[in-house]
C-alpha cells in the first residue's frame, strides 16, 4: 500500500495525495461512506460507485462479527465479493461499538473486552488478536487496531490509564497482524489508532508510540465524542505535528462539512462519518448553499433541484418539493434520495477541496465555505 | 387513446397489442407497478424506467388527495412532473381506498362517500364529480371511474344494491369527464369499472352498461378480495365475452404471477399488484423457478444469483446470501433490492406471455409457467 502526496496547500497543513490499493487507487482528501453491515444504508452498489462516486466505503468489524457473521463472509470470500464492492473497504475494529451499543456486563480487562450483543444479548469477548483475525476474515484493505474508546469527558487519570492499555493492545495488534496473512490474496494494512482524549501530552505520547510502530497510515480516534470543537481541531495539530507526512492519515467519525474542511487544512486526508446517511434520513440534507431541513413547509411547492451544484442525478431527478412530500408521507425513496445526495455531496466536497488545494487557494476556498455550509436554509 | 390489438392466441382469449397515449406506447399484455403516495416504495424513477422497463405506473387517488394534496399536485402542474416520471400514468379513483382504509365515520348516500382520513382523522367527501376533478389536477393518463367496493363476501341482494349505485356514479364520472378538459395539454381517457362481485348476472349487466357508454378501456373491479380463485376466473371469463375486442381491458388488483397468465389466457390486457412490492418487503421473492423466502436460513450461504433468468441488474450484482443477510439485519437496501427483483420479475414475465402470444404457442407456455411459479423453493 503506498500513499504518495501530490501537492500541498502554501498556506496550511492542506495535502493531496493518491493511496494505492489492490482494490485501487484512492484520491485522498476523501469521504469514506458508512457501510455498517455491509450495506451503506438505502444505496445501492452501483449507485455508491456510479453516482456518489466513493472510491472507499467502511464496514463495522462489531456489526459483521455478528451479521452475518465471520464463517458466512470467509464462505463468501470476504466483504468485497459478500456485498459485491470491488473498491477499497475500511473495517473499523469494533472498539468503538463494544462502548457505544453495548451496556451492562460489559467488562474491560488487560485479556480484551467481553460484551453482550446488542441485538440477542449473546456473550462475547474481543481480543487485540481476535479482532484482526475476524478483519482477515473480513478481508478489508485497512484494518484498525483494536482501542478502548474512553468518554470525551474523561478525566486525565482514566485517559491516561487507558491509553496505556490502547498502547499495549496495539502492539498486540501488530504483531498479529504481522505473523498472519491476508486470506484473500491481496494485501491488506493496519492502521494504529491515536488516542488520549483531549489531553495534548497523552496524545503525543499516543502518536509518538504509534509512528515507532512503522505502519502504512494512522489513524485519530476518540474525538467528536463530546469534546468543544476547538479542542478537536487543537488536538489534530497536535498529533499531525508528530504523523509523518508521508503517511495517510485517518480521523475517525468525523463530522460536519465544516469539520472536515477544517480537518483538512490540519493536514487530515481520510475521513467517515455516519451523518450524511443517519441525518438524511431524518430529512437534513446538506447543501452548497447550507443545510435544508426538507420537513419544513417551505419546501411544500419548491419545484427546483435539490441543490444548484449538482452533486448527482438525484438533484436534478428529484426537487425540493417531492422530496419534502416524501418525507412527510415515510416513503423509502426520501430516505434513498437523502442518502446518495448528501453522501454525492460529501464526496463533491473533498473533490472540491483537493482541486483546490493543488490549484493552491485552499485557505482562502475554506474560508469562504465553512460560512455558507453553516447555513440554516 | 388508441389501442391496437397485434396477435391473438389461436387456442385461448390471449391478446397482445399496443395502447397508445400522449406520454408513450404500452405493449400489452402490461403489469403497472403501484406508486400508491406518489412513488414506487423503494425504487427510483430511474430504475423504474431501466431496469424494471415498466411502460405505465399507478398513482392512488385517496392518497394523492390526502399527501401532498390537490394544489400541490396543481402546483407541480401534475403528477407527473411532481415525480419525474415521463410515462403514462394510471390512477385508481380511491373507491377501492375509501373502503378498505377509513374505518369508522364513513357514510355512503347517493351523492358519494363522506369519510375520515386514515392519517389525521380529518372529514372528507369523495363524490364521482369530484373524483374526477381530482384525477383531473393529478393529471393521469388514464383515470378510473368512482366506485363501491362491496365486500367480496356480499350477498346477491347487497351485490345488486351496491352495483346500481356504481353504474349511476359512472354515469355521472362520464358527464363530469366529458364536459371537463385536461389541465395540461395532454389526453386523459376514464376506464369504467365492472363489478358486480362474484355473480354472473350482476357482472354481465355491469359489463353491457359500462360498454353502453363507449370509452377508451374498461376494468374489472371487485376481484381478488377474498372470493375464490375459481370464481375470480369465471367473472373474467363473463366479463370479457362482453368487453369490446379492440378496447384494453384491466384487471384491478391482481396479483400472483399464475394469476396474472391465467387472466391473460382470458383475455386482459392490463394488470397492477401491490403484492410484489409489498411481499418483496417482506422478503418474498418471486423468481422464473417459483418463490423464495429469504429469511429462511437455507439462503444463508447460497453465493448465488437471485433468479437464473435475471431479470434485472440486482439478480446479478447481488446473491442470495447477501439478500438473506439484509433483510435479516432490517437493512433498506435489501427492501430496495427485493422491490426492484420483484418488479422486473413481473415486467419480465408478461414480456414473456407477449412473445408467446405472438410465437403462438401461450397456452402450452403458461401450462408448464404455472406449475413452475407455484413451486415453494
Redesign the interface.
Known amino acids: 500500500m503506498q500513499y504518495k502526496v501530490i501537492a500541498e496547500d502554501r498556506c496550511s497543513n492542506a495535502r493531496c495525495g493518491v493511496l494505492h490499493t489492490e482494490h485501487g487507487d484512492i484520491q485522498t482528501p476523501i469521504f469514506m461512506p458508512v457501510g455498517t453491515?455491509?450495506?451503506?444504508?438505502?444505496?445501492?452498489?452501483?449507485e455508491l460507485r456510479d453516482d456518489i462516486k466513493a472510491e472507499i466505503i467502511l464496514g463495522n468489524t462489531y456489526h459483521l462479527y455478528l451479521?452475518?457473521g465471520i464463517e458466512?463472509l470467509k464462505?463468501?470470500g470476504g466483504l468485497h465479493?459478500?456485498?459485491?464492492w470491488d473498491r477499497p473497504i475500511l473495517t473499523d475494529s469494533g472498539g468503538f461499538q463494544v462502548f457505544s451499543l453495548t451496556g451492562t456486563g460489559r467488562k474491560i480487562t488487560e485479556e480484551g473486552v467481553t460484551f453482550r450483543s446488542h441485538i440477542d444479548g449473546s456473550k462475547h469477548l474481543f481480543t487485540p488478536e481476535g479482532v484482526m483475525d475476524i478483519q482477515r476474515a473480513i478481508g478489508a484493505d485497512i484494518v484498525m487496531a483494536f482501542d478502548e474508546c474512553p468518554p470525551g469527558d474523561s478525566d486525565f487519570r482514566y485517559a491516561k490509564k487507558s491509553l496505556d492499555l490502547t498502547m499495549r493492545w496495539l502492539e498486540r495488534c501488530v504483531k498479529r497482524i504481522d505473523e498472519t496473512s491476508p486470506l484473500y490474496g491481496y494485501e491488506q494494512q493496519l492502521f494504529p489508532i491515536v488516542q488520549g482524549c483531549v489531553y495534548p501530552e497523552l496524545r503525543r505520547i499516543s502518536a509518538e508510540h504509534a509512528v515507532s510502530l512503522d505502519r502504512a497510515g494512522y489513524a485519530i480516534g476518540g474525538l467528536a465524542v463530546g469534546e468543544a470543537t476547538e479542542d478537536m481541531y487543537a488536538m489534530i495539530e497536535v498529533v499531525n505535528e508528530i504523523l509523518p507526512k508521508d503517511k495517510p492519515r485517518y480521523l475517525m467519525g468525523v463530522g460536519t462539512p465544516q469539520n472536515i474542511l477544517e480537518a483538512i487544512e490540519r493536514g487530515v486526508d481520510m475521513f467517515d462519518c455516519v451523518m450524511p446517511t443517519r441525518n438524511g434520513r431524518n430529512g437534513m440534507i446538506f447543501t452548497s448553499q447550507g443545510t435544508i431541513n426538507i420537513k419544513n413547509k417551505k419546501w411544500?411547492?419548491e419545484?427546483t433541484p435539490l441543490d444548484p451544484a449538482i452533486t448527482s442525478?438525484?438533484d436534478e431527478?428529484?426537487?425540493l418539493?417531492?422530496l419534502h412530500?416524501?418525507i412527510?408521507?415515510d416513503?423509502?425513496?426520501?430516505?434513498?434520495?437523502c442518502s446518495i445526495h448528501n453522501l454525492s455531496f460529501y464526496l463533491w466536497l473533498v473533490r472540491e477541496a483537493r482541486k483546490h488545494i493543488i490549484e493552491g487557494d485552499y485557505a482562502a476556498w475554506k474560508s469562504v465555505m465553512v460560512k455558507r455550509l453553516a447555513v440554516r436554509l
Open positions: 453491515v455491509g450495506s451503506v444504508k438505502g444505496v445501492h452498489t452501483r451479521r452475518p458466512t464462505s463468501a465479493k459478500f456485498n459485491g411544500e411547492r419545484f442525478y438525484v431527478q428529484y426537487t418539493a417531492y412530500h416524501l412527510k408521507a416513503e423509502l425513496l426520501g430516505l434513498q434520495i
